[in-house]
């Protein structure tokens, strides 16, 4: 009995290990990052996947600029609000994974507008844009089953 006690454990400890080594395996071949002004791209291929739905979120971080505009349509440049950080998704069902392999093209939301006092416009009755973003980095998050399965932040 004490012997089938210590197969059971030992054979699930190797279980355990070989579980955590598949999801440690996934990696982002070639990524690919565009800027799209006030919005962020990214391409790339996931290889490592197990069974199962994932989603890819980009998140990206830049330092922005904005215009500030006035009544009258006249517009000056802002004193440029602090950085910003934005993100989004794709999900991607567990089908379009084969052999574990799949690949992503995943782009983040624009930023919020500031108010004209972030923006640094001369008054409050004037309205502010972002007008681009320079970014500066960006994550990119793959979950499986509810797990994070691969996370990297890239410099651009």
Known sequence: MRRFFLACVLGL??????????????????PSFSDQGTTL??????????NGDI??????????????????????????????TTSGGEA???????NGTVTYNVSTAAP??????????????????????AFTSATVTVTQGGVTVFQQTYQL
């Open 112 to 133: 919020a507008q500031p108010t004209p006092q972030a923006a640094g416009c001369p008054s409050g009755n004037w309205t502010a844009a972002i007008t681009d973003v």
């Open 13 to 30: 400890s190797v279980l355990a290990i070989t579980a955590t080594a598949a999801f440690a395996a996934v990696s982002n071949h070639n």
């Open 92 to 98: 991607i069902p567990a089908g379009a994974i084969k």
């Open 55 to 84: 989603v890819v979120t980009l998140t990206a971080t830049g330092t922005p600029s904005a215009t500030c505009t006035n009544k009258g349509g006249n517009q000056a440049p802002g004193q440029n609000p602090a950085t910003v």
């Open 41 to 50: 791209s990214s391409t790339g291929k996931l290889t490592g996947l197990g």
